[in-house]
């Protein structure tokens, strides 16, 4: 083996830190770099690698195999993402789906004219979620999709509840219809509206004398967060939420129901689920995994923008082919 994957994290949230922790867990990579717009000196990293300006990357091209991008999807990754991939091999998770194509296209240009790799949309959903989606489309094609999200901390949701007036803290949990996943699980095919998927669950910590049923009002009909959901609320002190919601957990399931045989007569169903501790540390682990396909690929040559939908699995992992034939198939 040559030298290890030299990788650097591009801001340092929840997601950067995460990365940080998952390139410990991989003996064929180092951490090179941290790069923020904050400055170095605002940030203390858990490790002893050196942090460094946004704008210092582009003076260290010689010392750095794969970015992995930590932005957020909205104003971050559409401008980082591009800017970047012309001048390194790339990795973002890029979230905001109905702008994928349009990110895909921006991303693809820059890393053809700079000759270097670049994976976008890599995570779990998407990612992971949406490659199992593939694999039981392609493997059924009579059939049904179906994905559910939680029990988990949904960030946004979390966030849109604490810019109402009154709210001191907040957190969401998104949490999948029991009744809705049996039903799936049985092969019963239902179609389910968005209320009939998933509920909301509110932890909403307030300020003294704040009109609490004008708040409670202004979450569950909140347009695009709430109002097509069952959502409750409950009011609680800061000290319960820190005690109690402090974490960033999450996960969901994935399904294909489907039929096979001339006549139908067959049900299958295919499920993948997630229960994660911390959503942003597993993100990062997936982000890791990917950037090593990224840093393999740029090695052979190739160029231009990818999805979890076009690398091999075997580039994700540290060992060889022939080790990987050998043990795990």
């Known amino acids: ?33 941290i790069f923020t717009r904050r400055g170095p000196e605002g940030v203390k990293v858990a490790t002893d690698v050196p942090v460094y300006y946004f704008d210092d990357i582009f003076t260290m091209k010689n010392q ?35 702008k994928v194509p349009e990110h895909f296209e921006a991303v693809n240009n820059a890393a053809m004219a700079g000759s270097h790799v670049a994976i976008i949309s890599v995570g779990w959903d998407p990612g992971l979620f949406s490659l ?27 966030d849109a509840i604490r ?10 949990y998104t949490i999948p219809v029991g009744s809705a996943l049996q039903s799936v699980r049985a092969c019963e095919n239902p179609d389910l509206t968005t209320r009939q ?3 909301r669950e509110c932890f909403v910590v307030a300020e003294e004398g704040a009109d609490l049923a004008a708040i409670e009002n202004e979450i569950v009909t909140m347009p695009n967060y709430f109002a097509d959901y069952d959502t409750t609320v409950h009011f609680i002190s800061k000290e319960e939420l820190e005690r109690d ?28 689920s997630l229960k994660l501790d911390s959503n942003p540390q597993f993100t990062s682990s997936v982000l ?39 043990k795990i198939l």
Request: hydrophobic share 35%; proline share 5%.
């Open 64 to 98: 750095i195999d794969v970015v992995v991008l930590c932005g957020g999807s909205a104003t971050d990754l559409p401008v980082q993402t591009p800017k970047l991939a012309e001048h390194f091999n790339v990795i973002d998770s890029f979230d905001t789906h109905a």
């Open 197 to 199: 998927k998933h509920t």
């Open 163 to 172: 810019r109402i007036k009154g709210v001191v803290d907040a957190r969401q």
């Open 288 to 326: 890791v995994a990917y950037a090593r396909a990224a840093y393999r690929l740029g090695c052979e040559g190739a160029k231009g923008c990818k999805t979890v939908f076009d690398i091999a699995p075997a580039y994700l992992h540290p060992e060889t082919p022939e080790e990987l034939r050998k």
């Open 245 to 272: 919601h402090s974490g960033i957990p999450h996960g969901g399931v994935v399904i294909r129901s489907g039929k096979t045989g001339f006549d139908n007569g067959n049900n299958h169903v295919i499920e993948f």
């Open 1 to 33: 083996m040559g030298h290890k994957i030299r990788i650097a994290i591009v801001g340092y949230g929840n997601l950067g830190k995460g990365v940080e922790a998952a390139v410990d867990k991989n003996p064929d990579m180092e951490l090179v770099a």
């Open 132 to 158: 199992n989606r593939l694999i039981g489309q392609a493997v059924l094609p009579e059939g049904r999709d179906y994905t559910f999200w939680g029990k988990g901390v949904s960030q946004g949701h979390s």
